[in-house]
């Protein structure tokens, strides 16, 4: 499967942004979807997971975040609010079809090439 992300760019904090993945699966075939970030200096972290209907997210966007997927069942959403400097950095989609859905990269067989998400103070 295929996956393309797009929405980065570049806002001032307390701004907003929706981040998309578009799949060239339907999106169900997947056992669940994550969107990641790699922050300056940090290693790759998930941010929201999706699985089943149900979504999770990082303590560092709960309230901020949400993920959705779109009735065309091929797309992917970060809807981002409140957006703070320290959520700079690329953000990619990722998905796993073998069950091994978490909050590990090691977790996912398919990804992105990721979207430059910038915040300014």
């Known amino acids: 499967a295929r996956l393309e992300e797009s929405g980065g760019g570049s806002v001032q904090a307390g701004g907003s942004l929706r981040l998309s993945c578009t799949t060239s699966?339907?999106?169900?075939?997947?056992?669940?979807m994550t969107w990641f970030r790699r922050s300056p200096g940090k290693e790759r972290e998930a941010v929201a997971i999706?699985?089943?209907?149900?979504?999770t997210y990082a303590e560092s966007v709960q309230g901020r975040f949400t993920i959705s997927k779109d009735k065309d069942q091929h797309t992917l959403y970060l809807q981002m609010y409140s957006l703070k400097p320290e959520d700079t950095g690329m953000y990619y989609c990722?998905?796993?079809?073998?069950?091994?859905?978490?909050?590990?990269?090691?977790?996912?067989?398919?990804w992105g090439q990721g979207t430059q998400v910038t915040v300014s103070s």
């Open positions: 999706i699985s089943r209907g149900i979504a």
């Open positions: 990722a998905a796993d079809d073998r069950f091994t859905c978490g909050w590990e990269d090691k977790s996912y067989n398919y």
């Open positions: 699966r339907y999106t169900y075939g997947f056992a669940c």
